[in-house]
C-alpha cells in the first residue's frame, strides 16, 4: 500500500456522519415510497417505485462522485506542487549551510593573513623581499606581492559574494517555505471535500434495496451503452486505424495489466490507482514522463483530433478535464472508473469526450 492510500485510508475514517446524513436528507425523502392510492375495489395498492425517480438516483450518485474527482484533481496538483516546493526547501536549506561553511573558511583565511601581517609589523613577507637589495630576490618579491595582493582581493570579493548568495537563499527557502504551506492547506481543503463528496455518494446508494442497487449499476451500464452507441454510429472508428507507437505499446500492456485493481483517489500504484494515477503510471512505465492530474495532462499534452486517434493516447473527459483513459484500440479504453469500481476496460464514447492527447508526440 502506498504513502497515499495510507493516508486516504485513514483519513477517510474521520468523515463527520452528520455532515453526511444533513446532505443526504433531501435525497433520503425524494426517495420515500409513495402513499399507495385505494384500488377501484377499495383495496390499497403498492406502487412499484417509477424507474425515473431511481435513474434520478443515479444521476446524483453520478454527479457526486464526478465532483469528488475534481477535487482529487485538485488533490493531486496540491500535492505534486507541495512535493516539488520540499525538495526546493530542501535544495536551498543545502545550499544555506554549504555557504556558511564556505564563508566561515574564507573567514578564517582571512583572519590568517592578518594575523601574518601583524606580526610582522604590518608588512607581508612579499613586501619585505621588494626592499633587498638582491635583483633576483627584489623580482621575486614583486611578483609574490603581486599575487598576493590579487588572492587578497579574490578571497574578499568571493566572501561577499558568498554572503549575498547566502542572503538570496535564505529568502528564496522563506518564500518557498510559504507555497509548500499554501500547497498543504490547499491539499488539506480538497482531501476534506473528496471524502465529503465519496461519502455522500455512498450513504445514497446504501439507502437502496439489495434489487434496487441491482437495477442501478444496470441503468449505469444501459446509460455508458447508450453513449457508446452513438459515438460509434456517429462513424468516428472509421477514421481510427492507426497503430500505437512502441512506447504506446508499452503503455496499453502496463494499463491493461492493472484491470481488477481498486480505484483509490490519490492513488498511483502498484495495488490501486485513480484514473490520471493509472495513466500517469503507465506511460511512466513506457519511459515518458506525464502530469499527474487529467486537467494538467489535457493543459500540457499534445493535442490531436479524435479522428486522428491511435493506440496509447489519452482521452480526456467532461468539460472540466476531470476524468482521462487510454485508447486501446476497437474503440475500446481502459481507465480507473470511480470509488467503488475497478480499473476496466469500456468503450471510449461512454462518456462525454473533450479531447485526446498524445504523449509520445
Known sequence: MNRRHRRAAAAATAVCALTVLAALVPAAAAHA???????????????????????????????LYRQAAAATDAYNLAEERAEKQSAEVARLSQAIVAGQARIEQLRQRAGAAARAQYRNGGIPDEARLVLTDDPQLFLDGAGRLVQGLKATRDLLAELEQRQTDLQTYTHDA????????????????????????????????????????KRLRELERQAQQRSQTAWLDSGVLKDIDRAAGPQGRKAIAFATAQTGKPYVWGAEGPDSYDCSGLTQSAWAAAGRAIPRTSQEQWRLLPRVAVRDMRPGDLIIYYADATHVAMYIGDGLMVHAPRPGRDVTVAGAGSMPILGVVRPDM
Open 174 to 213: 522563506g518564500t518557498e517555505w510559504n507555497r509548500l504551506e499554501q500547497h498543504r492547506a490547499a491539499q488539506e481543503k480538497a482531501r476534506k471535500r473528496i471524502q465529503e463528496k465519496i461519502a455522500a455518494a455512498e450513504k445514497l446508494e446504501s439507502r437502496l434495496e439489495a434489487e434496487e442497487r
Open 33 to 63: 415510497a409513495p402513499v399507495p392510492a385505494p384500488s377501484r375495489s377499495g383495496a390499497a395498492e403498492q406502487p412499484r417505485q417509477p424507474e425515473r425517480s431511481l435513474e434520478q438516483v443515479r444521476t446524483q450518485i453520478e454527479d
